[in-house]
């Protein structure tokens, strides 16, 4: 297969990209060979040596541990719980949260043979115990697996001695009452102020 | 900066592609390197070392003359013009035209400031005299550059010796009259056979 083909077809399997816009890419790409593609090409090579998975919580960095678990200014004692990376990146957008991070790697999902072993709950466990963690926020998707997993996760932490949280349920901030679902608004209710 | 950061920027910067859209591709990338990204990487670099636009037609290719041009099973006497390589597949993936090609790199935009000089005319003039060229399809644009374009190059071709038509105006295969332009419209009842 030539190069041509070879670097449409990489493309097109990216999310949200196909087979057109691959080839648009790669056109605009080959028009900029110097300004664009060549720059491209080095920044995804650096991305595959350089970034590695933080072993402590999962994150992706260039430093091992990520510069978030080695930070000094983080709080120890607050651990927050996502299912990956992209809502890390998401919280830290946020910029809400000043504890440390564990990415579990997915939710558990008895259908799809997901279990508690193949998420990173047993290490999650090992951590509170050993860094004297006092409260586990659970960010967890407000869906039947998101809340699954964070029940499995709150009962294996119950005796641990940290708090255990949850996101609150209610209205998205902007949100039009109008284009609300049942169960969001029956939340926000009950959680009234 | 880091390798995070840069390659979410360079890949930003892609036609379609956004901050967020980029920042999912190089999550999902990261998740899987050895399958996806290091294939991806290498592609890029492949494509940037191995591609050239072609001497003769301005297509892009592993070899130069591309492929197109050294094929002896395409027609010599048959040169199809257009503006850009994207149209150049296009039609190829249409399998119409057994001829061979000429990109122009562009079309006339005097707001632009694009000139004739801008494009490759010149060089389509002389290959039309040196190949012996019999016919020039002018397959531009419908817009007004697009026929401006072809304006001026039927006039440069004049005296070449060669004939030189257009694409055909109509309604597209499949089209429905009711959501036609007016000047489809009338094109397509004025060609009416």
Redesign the interface.
């Known amino acids: 297969m030539?190069?041509?083909t070879?670097?449409i077809?990489?493309?097109a399997?990216?999310?949200?990209?196909g087979p057109r816009?691959a080839?648009?890419?790669?056109?605009?790409?080959?028009r900029q060979?110097e300004s664009?593609?060549?720059?491209?090409?080095e920044?995804?090579?650096?991305?595959?040596?350089?970034?590695r998975?933080c072993s402590v919580c999962g994150n992706?960095?260039?430093t091992d541990p990520c510069r978030i678990c080695a930070s000094e200014r983080r709080q120890k004692e607050l651990l927050c719980v996502v299912k990956?990376?992209?809502d890390l990146?998401a919280l830290e957008r946020a910029g809400v949260f000043r504890g440390r991070y564990h990415v579990t790697g997915g939710l558990l999902s008895p259908l799809d043979g997901v279990t508690p072993d193949d998420l990173r709950i047993p290490q999650l466990v090992n951590r509170v115990r050993a860094e004297g963690v006092r409260e586990v926020i659970l960010a967890l998707d407000a869906t039947v697996e998101g809340q699954t997993t964070a029940h499995y996760i709150a009962d294996a932490l119950a005796d641990s001695g940290a708090r255990v949280s949850h996101l609150a349920h209610g209205m998205p901030v902007g949100g039009e009452l109008e284009f609300l679902d049942d169960g969001t608004i029956a939340a926000a209710f009950r959680a009234r102020r």
């Open positions: 030539d190069a041509i070879r670097a077809e990489h493309l399997r990216l999310p949200g990209l816009s080839q648009r890419i790669v056109l605009h790409l080959l060979r664009r593609l060549r720059p491209l090409a920044a995804l090579t650096a991305l595959a040596e350089a970034v998975a992706f960095d260039t990956d990376v992209a990146w």
